[in-house]
């Protein structure tokens, strides 16, 4: 899942920014209100983490023009201002969740997987592909009730087939889901990486799930 920090105090971001990428997210750190608006307009982010204090453009103002512009991605609004009115109206403003600094950190990383969750439909939490299944909230993986040890960055890519299960995903729309801007598109890192999942989880099995859409992509279901 790709998420974008917006965040000006660069240890607070790198900090974050870290935090989040030990859970396999693809992060995007930006410090600028005015340029967090045009990264969400040109990309497909799953959450962005917003600081209210931004030079350029305030973060309140950053969200109501997001609202303003019908983009429903979800917001977590993470700031120093803990007033109840500066809650009430960041709420007001169309954030989904609203977290004051300090914080703990993994107070912050399960804000994160409920807002993901919620956004994405589930209603245990649970991802399941036939007998595949996938628990974002322990990171644990099994087939057949199996355990399957993943990296992080095969674990994110598996999360991203399993939450568009059914639908044939592009490389480009791996790239910017699993990976951030600074990737390379002209290498065959996504390639060798299904490559190494495939083997993971449908190697020795009859019934195979991550399929290869010739000219397309990939997508993950059960063999026809």
Sequence with gaps: MRIL???????????????????SYAVDVCGDGA??????????????????????LPGLEVLKTLRKEKLSVPVLILTARSQVDQK??????????YLTKPFAIE????????????SGGE?????????????????????????IDLTAKEYALLEYLMRNAGRVLTRPMIAEHVWNLDFDTFTN?????????????DRGRDRKLLQTIRGSGYTLKVEA
Excluded: C, H, W
């Excluded at 009430?88 to 403003?93: E, T």
């Excluded at 107070?107 to 919620?118: D, S």
């Design 5 to 23: 920090v917006v965040e000006d105090e660069a240890k607070v971001a790198s900090f974050i920014r870290r935090a989040l990428e030990e859970e």
């Design 35 to 56: 340029q967090s608006l045009d990264l969400v307009r040109g990309s497909s982010y799953d959450l962005v983490i917003l600081d209210l204090m931004l030079p350029g």
């Design 88 to 97: 009430v109206k960041g709420l007001d403003a169309g954030a989904d969740d």
């Design 107 to 118: 107070e912050l990383l399960a804000r994160v997987r409920v807002l993901l969750r919620r």
């Design 123 to 147: 209603a245990t939490g649970l991802l399941q592909v036939d007998d595949l299944v996938l628990n974002p909230a322990t990171r644990e993986v099994t087939r057949g009730g199996r355990r």
């Design 189 to 201: 890192v996504i390639d060798v990486y299904v490559n190494y999942l495939r083997n993971k989880i």
